[in-house]
């Protein structure tokens, strides 16, 4: 693993579930600002490592740091605090709720003198700036329900924004998004890597891969394979090394 200044270190993760070791001393690193690919196939565990990471599962062995301190996550609200977001598969958002509401679900602001009293306004101010930050022309009291996956998908990136991030987790965020609202992701995703937030990326799109990432990590049964630079790896040897076989016909 390299040896430059790292975001987050982890080193020997185990993971059972009855009958079924998940990870078995699995290794990452991950740098300040870069975008790093996790890349295996299904099973492979990339789904649960990054749930050790965001606190949504408790390791079962090895060692993780974060921001340069020993953490072991019992809790979302625990990575939370710590800087770390996760955007899983099935958007995690209230329909019935505005942009603005989802946005600061848990933590609304109050106001001054008024404790329990929402400051809708502040709210609604907080959120609209997040997402100018971002270039979304969205109005913050619009109904989630109204708005398309895409868009949906964007107000879980305002959202982890919102709690001054480290480290955002993206999970498949390109599976149900047409190409135009793709190369808006990957306008966000530079955008957050321009203000040094790293991310990780959890991909089955082989095209997305040079485009989007860094360095790209291979994981397969559960274990750490290879990590590769994403720019000059070559396609047929990481998916060679993701299945476990030479491919002759892709």
């Given amino acids: 693993m390299a040896n430059q200044e790292t975001l987050l270190t982890m080193k020997g993760i185990v993971k059972r579930f009855p009958g079924t070791l998940a990870l078995d001393q699995v290794d990452l ?3 300040p600002g870069e975008v790093h690919v996790l890349l295996g196939e299904n099973g492979a565990g990339k789904s649960t490592l990054v749930k050790i990471i965001a606190g949504v599962y408790t390791k079962d062995g090895g060692e993780m740091t974060f921001d340069g301190r020993p953490v072991d ?3 979302v609200r625990e990575a939370q ?3 770390i977001s996760i955007i899983h598969q099935e958007l995690n958002l209230l329909p019935e709720r ?3 509401q989802n946005i600061y679900v848990g933590r609304e602001p109050t106001k001054k003198g008024l404790p329990g009293v929402v400051d809708l306004k502040t709210m609604v101010e907080n959120s609209r700036r997040l997402m100018d930050s971002l270039g979304l022309d969205l109005d913050p009291n619009t109904l989630v329900k109204k708005l398309s996956i895409a868009q949906q998908q964007m107000v879980e990136v305002v959202k982890a924004l919102s709690n001054k991030i480290k480290l955002l987790i ?3 965020p390109t599976s149900s998004l047409t190409k135009r609202e793709i ?4 306008e966000i995703i530079a955008r957050l890597k321009g203000e040094g937030i790293s991310i990780i990326y959890i991909s089955h799109r082989m095209d997305e891969i040079k485009r989007v990432g860094d360095r790209v990590t291979i994981m397969r049964d559960g274990q750490y394979i290879d990590t590769l630079d994403a720019k000059t790896m070559d396609m047929d040897e990481a998916i060679a090394k993701m299945v476990g076989r030479k491919i002759e016909n892709l």
């Fill in 98 to 100: 505005s942009i603005a």
């Fill in 183 to 186: 190369d808006k992701l990957f």
């Fill in 29 to 31: 690193d991950i740098r």
């Fill in 81 to 83: 605090d710590a800087g």
């Fill in 170 to 172: 993206m999970d498949e």
């Fill in 73 to 75: 996550f019992r809790h």
